[in-house]
C-alpha cells in the first residue's frame, strides 16, 4: 500500500474518532512516524509548558554518607519582600512528591501546577534511584559496577537527602505507586521530618497484586517491560479497569496510534530488562519493615487513597494492610489519624472513563497537603 495512502488513512479515522490499530509493518511505521511527531512536538512543548508553570528546577546534590548523587527537582519557596519570615527558620512549609515506577522527578511538573500551591510553600521531587539521571548518569555509563537499588537504600538516601537540603520540620508528602510507597516507609523513618502525607495505592509488598507479581516472575507479564506494541496496550488496560473489563466506557484509555511510539520510546528511556530487574529485586525484599503484611505506622499522619478496581496495587490487599473496615459509606482505620477513601470504578491510573486518577483526587489532595499547622 502507497505511503501517502496509509497516512491519509490514518489521519482521517483519528480525526473521525474511528481509529482501527494497524499490524503491517508498513503501517506500524507510519504510525511511529505520527505518534512520535506528536509526542515530540506537542508533547514536548506541553511538558515544557508545564514544567515552567510548575517553578520546578532540576538539581542534583551530592549525599556524603551515602556516597551517592542525588537528583532532584525543586521549587524554592518565594517570600514576599514585605514578609518578616525568618528564611532561615527550620519549619517553613515544605511539600514532598514521590514519582511511581519508571517516571522521573519533572513528571509530577502537570500535577504539582495544577495544585496552584502557594508560593512560600517549598517543593522536592526526589528522583528515586534506578531511575530518570540514575540511569542515564550511572547505569549506561558504567553498567559493569552498577547495582539495583533496594528498598534500604532507597530510603538511607532519601533520608540522607532530607538532611542535606535541609527539608523542613514542618513538611507533608505525597507519593503514587511505588512513590507511595516510598512515601509511607520515609514518613515511618522521619516522624521529625514529614507530619502529613497522602498514599494513592502505595505499592507495599504485601499490597502489590499477586496476580501482577506471578506474571512478573514468570515472564508471562511485561508490565513496564514492553517487548511489543502489543504489550504497552496490555500496560494501559490494567492500568485502567483491566484488560478484560469489557464493559468500562472507555476501553483504551490512550489512543492506539501511540503504541508503537510509546513502545520505541520505552526501549530508549532504559536498557532492555532494566525495570523487569528492578522489580523483581524489590519484590524479592524479606526485610523488616518492607515485608510487613500490617501497619508498620500506626500514629502516622496521612490520607490513603486507594482506586477501588486497580489491578497493580490490589485494593482489598490495602483494606487489609491499613486495618480497614467498612461504616456506612466510609471506611475507618485501626489506626487512629489514617484516613482512608476509595475512588470507585477507577484502575490504578485511569477511571473507567478514561480521565486520571490526579485529576479526580486533585481537590482532595490539594485540601489535605495544604493543611499546615504552622505556617
Known amino acids: 500500500m502507497n505511503i501517502q495512502v496509509i ?20 503501517q506500524r511505521e507510519v504510525e511511529a512516524l505520527i505518534g512520535g511527531v506528536v509526542l515530540n512536538t506537542i508533547g514536548k512543548a506541553a511538558h ?28 524554592e ?8 519570615v525568618d528564611r532561615d527558620k527550620v519549619d517553613h512549609p515544605t511539600i514532598l512528591f514521590f514519582h511511581g515506577i519508571t517516571q522521573r522527578s519533572e513528571d509530577f511538573a502537570g ?41 534500604n537504600r532507597m530510603l538511607e538516601t532519601t533520608s540522607e537527602f532530607l538532611d542535606v537540603v535541609k527539608c523542613s520540620s514542618n513538611t507533608h508528602a505525597f507519593g503514587i505507586s511505588l512513590g507511595g510507597a516510598a512515601c509511607y516507609y ?16 502505595p505499592a507495599i509488598l504485601s499490597c502489590v497484586d499477586k496476580g501482577l507479581v506471578n506474571g512478573l516472575r514468570e515472564g508471562t507479564n511485561n508490565f513496564c517491560c514492553f517487548e511489543s506494541r502489543h504489550d504497552v496496550k496490555l500496560l494501559m488496560r490494567d492500568l485502567s479497569t483491566g484488560r478484560d473489563d469489557y464493559n468500562r466506557k472507555k476501553w483504551d484509555p490512550v489512543p492506539q496510534f501511540f503504541l508503537e511510539s510509546v513502545y520505541r520510546m520505552s526501549k530508549k528511556g532504559a536498557p532492555a530488562g532494566h525495570f523487569r530487574a528492578l522489580l523483581l529485586n524489590l519484590l524479592a525484599n ?77 481537590p482532595r489532595v490539594r485540601d489535605y497537603l495544604l493543611h499546615f499547622t504552622r505556617s
Open 7 to 26: 497516512i491519509h488513512i490514518i489521519m482521517t479515522s483519528i480525526a473521525t474518532g474511528r481509529y482501527i490499530p494497524v499490524c503491517t509493518r508498513a
Open 48 to 75: 515544557n509548558l508545564v514544567l515552567n508553570k510548575s517553578g520546578l528546577v532540576a538539581k542534583e546534590v551530592y549525599l556524603p554518607q551515602c556516597g551517592y548523587t542525588m537528583y532532584y527537582h525543586e521549587r
Open 77 to 84: 519557596a518565594v517570600f514576599d519582600r514585605t514578609d518578616k
Open 111 to 151: 500535577f504539582v501546577a495544577s495544585l496552584d500551591i502557594p508560593p512560600h510553600v517549598r517543593i522536592l521531587c526526589p528522583e528515586q534511584m534506578g531511575h530518570g539521571r540514575d540511569i542515564a548518569n550511572r547505569l549506561r555509563t558504567d553498567p559493569d559496577n552498577y547495582s539495583l537499588p533496594t528498598h
Open 186 to 201: 520515609v514518613q515511618h523513618h522521619r516522624p521529625d521530618i514529614i507530619k502529613r502525607a497522602v498514599l494513592v495505592s
Open 286 to 362: 524479606t526485610d523488616s519493615p518492607f515485608s510487613s503484611v500490617k501497619d508498620v505506622d500506626e500514629d502516622g499522619h496521612r490520607l490513603v487513597i486507594w482506586p477501588d478496581k486497580d489491578r497493580i496495587i490490589n485494593y482489598e490487599e490495602g483494606k487489609r494492610f491499613f486495618e480497614v473496615s467498612s461504616s456506612g459509606n466510609d471506611f475507618v482505620s485501626k489506626s487512629p489519624n489514617t484516613e482512608f477513601e476509595s475512588v470507585l470504578d477507577c484502575g490504578h491510573v485511569f477511571h473507567s472513563d478514561g480521565r486520571s486518577i490526579l485529576d479526580i483526587i486533585k
